[in-house]
């Protein structure tokens, strides 16, 4: 907690105007405003009081209920000095963040899928192609308003032997979810029904017995 702590007074001093904190107990988080993030990033890596040479991801999330929905997530490790750091930046849904693709080549795969899944938009990335939806495809699926029905899917055809792209269409079945264990679902066990035909029956008393009492 010791190296935490003094990792986090030299990222406040060499930040002076961002949010440092320490959230869930451990995990130092750096916010930065955006225009602020490639000379940060740049000072992350090569300053060696952090040396964080890797990205090891970025990804983003969705807080529909705010101004700026998206926040991108950077977590930055430093393999010489053994620390992590996680980077925030807030954004909506048109104003674009600066790519860090030019500080960590790395960068790009994931600022192509924040693009694909979230819509984000990267400055300066010249790459920005979706990366696991299909090329057709609309929206961006882990926005929380995006819709489970309404848009097309794809898949390939057998007896038409082509792709072809229909309207998203979710099985009933599949819409009813049992949150029961499968110990809470079982109200019988195997072999409780032999309970009752194994169980051996008491003898009754005979009269003599019952004529030797006191």
């Known amino acids: 907690m010791a190296d935490i702590a003094q990792l986090a007074d030299q990222v406040a001093a060499a930040f002076?105007?961002?949010?440092?904190?320490?959230?869930?107990?451990?995990?130092?988080?750096?916010?930065?405003?955006?225009?602020?993030l490639p000379e940060a990033m740049l000072t992350l890596r090569d300053?060696?009081?952090?040396?964080?040479?890797?990205?090891?991801?970025?990804?983003?999330?969705?807080?529909?209920?705010?101004?700026?929905r998206f926040e991108v997530v950077y977590n930055l490790l430093s393999l010489a000095l053994n620390q992590r750091l996680r980077v925030v930046?807030?954004?909506?849904?048109?104003?674009?963040?600066?790519?860090?693709?030019?500080?960590?080549?790395s960068a790009t795969w994931y600022e192509r899928e924040a693009w694909d899944m979230y819509?984000?938009?990267?400055?300066?990335?010249?790459?920005l192609r979706r990366l696991l939806t299909d090329y057709g495809f609309e929206g961006h699926p882990l926005r929380k308003d995006f819709p489970l029905t309404g848009y097309v899917e794809v898949?390939?055809?057998?007896?038409?032997?082509?792709?072809?792209?229909?309207p998203v269409a979710l099985t009933q079945d599949?819409?009813?979810?049992?949150?029961?264990?499968?110990?809470?679902?079982l109200t019988t066990?195997?072999?409780d029904?032999?309970?009752?035909?194994?169980?051996?029956?008491?003898p009754k008393p005979s009269q003599a017995d019952e004529g030797a009492k006191p």
């Open 155 to 166: 898949r390939y055809d057998e007896e038409r032997k082509q792709v072809v792209y229909e």
């Open 89 to 105: 930046v807030s954004t909506d849904a048109a104003t674009p963040v600066p790519s860090v693709a030019s500080v960590w080549p």
């Open 16 to 36: 002076p105007r961002e949010s440092v904190s320490l959230e869930r107990g451990a995990e130092l988080v750096l916010r930065l405003r955006r225009e602020a």
């Open 119 to 127: 819509g984000i938009v990267f400055a300066g990335q010249t790459d």
């Open 193 to 202: 029904e032999k309970v009752h035909l194994n169980r051996l029956e008491t």
């Open 189 to 191: 066990l195997p072999g």
């Open 47 to 68: 300053d060696p009081r952090f040396a964080f040479e890797q990205c090891m991801d970025i990804c983003g999330t969705d807080w529909p209920e705010k101004p700026e």
């Open 174 to 185: 599949f819409r009813n979810f049992d949150f029961l264990s499968p110990w809470e679902a």
